[in-house]
């Protein structure tokens, strides 16, 4: 692609850096600049409609042009356009969303500390950790359990605590203090013949052995996303999380929930943890909290937690901790007006009866010679893309296949992400049937064209099949 210097792309080109962005490749070939957003979907600057099948990153929760949110941001504007909570300072916005979001969260969890981002919510998490157990006279006590195929974020700890290898490659990832354990996927991990209860077993027998060797009293936490997202859509066994969370509490390990992607209705129930049975000691939310629409994170702690802190930055003389925009005035009316919407259309009940027919559909492509697994949950799935089914052989990475269907879905007007192994699906929870029909018909023939590119090139063998739409 060849574009004008004063183009928007060529504009482009010359002065943004992207994320998760190849950007020698960028050079050439430019962006997509998204103009519009109606709905489910949104336009390019030529006027192509795609189906936003990622709601954005998994958090355009109620589509890109719902009107109660713009005129929540309009009228917080002309009242109070910023300030901050800094110093004992507070604003309407702010409280009333905490309030909001207190009557809504798992029981136990009592105070609410607000940031602009997924990566800052879990990263102040870590923090706060470490803060209380210095409070209450556990200065070992201090290192994280997260888990491979973990994503909690990109700032230096979050993306510590991630556990994907991209995040660390010459970029000095992980800093010290993070512990690493097993990601709780059957098909990816389970060993010949292992059932899911005994690869469970397993799971939970190497955890309580890590903290073991490890010593108890020098770990602090363990943080787990609901169902992992950019690490591949795995959904745990539903037992997992109850054994897991038995062993944390015999060694006195807090649970640190991340339902950055999970919270708000996006795995049939208002959080992650209600899904998988966890009783979080500190939760953290962002995307949907607001449905993206503007920058806002929340790390929610246990009232325990609360007033151990409370009581040492009163000994210490402050909580020396915080970001400009954390509870921004704008940002929390649009997050206030969001969970008005969710209750008032009842968007949880919704989820539940589209959801299944999500991974009806999804599981339709289960027979794809490309696809060695389907999985998701209410409206967040995924398929696992092989190059032979019977062994589970992975494509290469540096092939490319998943980059391939990822823009023949583009090409077909529908929005998806590809990992190298899987193709992502999470679009807004307001989508309806025909439009996850819509979806999945353009992932279906994204696939047979990953498949056909996949035999031109030797890496699989046969004739595209077809697949079920």
Not at 20 to 35: C, R, S
Not at 205 to 220: M, V, Y
Not at 421 to 431: E, S, T
Request: with cysteine; charged share 20%.
């Amino acid at each position: 692609m060849t574009s004008h210097p004063n183009s928007l792309a060529g504009r482009d080109i010359a002065s943004v850096i992207h994320p998760y962005t190849n950007l020698e490749q960028h050079k050439i070939v430019g962006p997509t600049v998204i103009a519009k957003g109606e709905g489910v979907y949104v336009y390019d600057d030529s006027g192509k409609r795609y189906l936003e099948g990622m709601a954005g990153l998994w958090s355009t929760s109620l589509g890109f042009s719902e009107k109660r949110l713009v005129e929540a941001a309009m009228r917080q504007m002309e009242k109070l356009p910023t300030y901050h909570i800094f110093n004992g300072r507070s604003t309407e916005p702010t409280i009333e969303l905490a309030e909001a979001l207190l009557k809504i969260v798992p029981k136990g969890l009592g105070k609410v500390l607000f940031a602009n981002s997924g990566s800052e919510a879990n990263d102040q998490a870590a923090k706060i950790v470490w803060y209380y157990n210095n409070a209450i006279g556990r200065p070992r006590k201090k290192k994280i359990i997260s888990r491979v195929r973990a994503y909690h974020g990109i700032t230096v700890f979050a993306g510590s605590m991630t556990g994907l290898q991209p995040n660390h490659t010459d970029f000095d990832l992980p800093v010290g203090g993070v512990l690493r354990t097993d990601c709780p996927s059957h098909y990816l991990y389970g060993l010949p013949g292992e059932s899911e209860q005994a690869f469970v077993d397993r799971l939970v027998g190497n955890l309580e052995q890590l903290i073991i060797r490890e010593g108890p009293d020098t770990i602090a936490a363990f943080i787990a996303e609901p169902v992992n997202g950019a690490g591949g859509v795995i959904v745990p066994p539903l037992d997992y999380f109850p054994r897991v969370q038995e062993v944390l509490r015999r060694y006195d390990i807090l649970f640190i929930a991340d339902e950055v992607i999970c919270g708000f209705g996006r795995t049939g129930k208002m959080f992650g943890c209600e899904t998988f049975g966890i009783e979080p000691d500190i939760m953290t939310v962002a995307k949907a909290l607001s449905s993206a629409y503007l920058p806002i994170s929340a790390t929610i702690i246990s009232d325990e937690i609360a007033d151990a802190i409370s009581r040492h930055s009163g000994k210490l003389g402050n909580f020396a901790h915080g970001f400009t925009y954390a509870g921004h005035p704008v940002s929390a009316a649009v997050a206030v007006e969001t969970l008005k919407i969710y209750a008032e259309r009842d968007i949880v009940g919704e989820v539940g009866k589209v959801g299944p027919y999500l991974q009806q559909k999804l599981q339709g492509l289960a027979d794809h010679p490309l696809v060695g697994e389907t999985r998701g949950v209410g409206l967040i799935g995924a398929v696992h893309i092989v190059a032979d089914k019977a062994n589970r052989t992975p494509l290469p990475p540096a092939a490319g296949i998943g980059a391939l269907i990822q823009q023949r879905a583009m090409d077909r007007g529908v929005v998806l992400r590809a990992a190298p192994d899987a193709i992502f699906i999470c679009p807004p929870l307001i989508i309806t049937k025909p439009q996850i029909d819509e979806l999945v018909g353009a992932l279906s023939g994204a696939l047979d064209d990953g498949y056909q590119e996949a035999v031109r090139r030797g890496l699989v063998g046969g004739a595209v099949q077809g697949a079920a739409s």
